[in-house]
């Protein structure tokens, strides 16, 4: 089950929230993200929902292991907001191991 937190999420307190569920499976991953990662800016540009999951995506069927991807995506947020962070920046990443 996904449940979006913060006092910010869906527009405020008290709002109505979405909860999403889905079943993952051994070597499942899941990303999370905050908004300071694709809202991140440069001039008026943003880094974006649509570059953050396409990095990721091709990052992954390059054979990139997951902390590659998230040092690698991180570095491209950076460097796409030149002027540094003014945002809260974090991308945590769960993986299902199996334990065979």
């Known amino acids: 089950m996904l449940i979006p937190l913060g006092p910010h999420s ?3 307190p008290g709002a109505q929230r979405e909860v999403h569920e889905t079943a993952v499976e051994p070597c499942d ?3 999370l993200y905050t908004d300071g990662v694709v809202e991140a800016r440069r001039g008026g540009d943003e880094f974006g929902l649509d ?3 396409g990095f990721v995506i091709r990052s992954a069927a390059a054979g990139q292991r997951p902390v590659g991807i998230l ?3 991180m570095h491209d947020v950076l460097d796409h907001h030149a002027a540094g962070l003014n945002d809260a920046t974090t991308i945590p990443l769960i993986e299902w191991r199996s334990p065979n």
């Open 10 to 12: 869906a527009h405020g």
């Open 71 to 73: 040092r690698l995506l």
């Open 29 to 31: 991953r899941v990303l």
């Open 51 to 53: 570059r953050f999951t």
